[in-house]
């Protein structure tokens, strides 16, 4: 991709990521791919979901942060990283950002803040390929 599409991708993938979307998130574990659909959202190069650390997706992602994501024509891999509980000082902002993103969803028996393994899972995109309207995009993030 060269620098003038900079702007064009950011703005595509704000508009179809900037809110709550349903993508596939993959891992590996010796081996074997899992995948499974998570709510995210997207925002400068990341996307950030709210999750369990004890679940099989954080566990694999403790021994391999390596993921593939992919959704509206959309595909790409990444970095995964547990920031930690939803609660967290750090993570304030963004937490207040992810609650109202998630609005629809978060407050209904879904998210249990009070578990402190209730964390925020943020996948730093590496590369991805982005089609709109026949144009395909090869993005190094």
């Known amino acids: 991709m060269n620098e003038k599409q900079l702007p064009e991708v950011e703005r595509i ?4 990521f900037g809110c709550d979307r349903l993508i596939s998130i ?3 574990e010796n081996g074997k791919p899992y995948v499974r659909g998570v709510n995210s959202y997207y925002e400068d190069g990341s996307f950030y979901i ?5 679940s099989n997706k954080m566990k694999q ?4 942060p390596v993921v593939a994501v992919c959704g509206e024509w959309f595909s790409g891999h990444g970095i995964g990283e547990n920031l930690g ?3 967290a000082k750090e993570n304030e ?3 207040d950002k992810l609650r109202c993103v998630f609005g629809e969803w978060y407050d209904n028996g879904h998210v249990d803040e009070s ?3 209730v964390c925020i899972l943020r996948v730093r995109l590496t590369d991805g390929i982005l089609y709109q309207n026949g144009k395909r995009f090869d993005i190094a993030f």
């Open 85 to 87: 509980h939803i609660c």
């Open 115 to 117: 578990d402190p393994n």
């Open 26 to 28: 993959a891992t590996v």
């Open 50 to 54: 709210v999750t369990h650390a004890l």
């Open 13 to 16: 993938m704000w508009e179809r």
């Open 61 to 64: 992602i403790e021994k391999n």
């Open 93 to 95: 902002d963004l937490a």
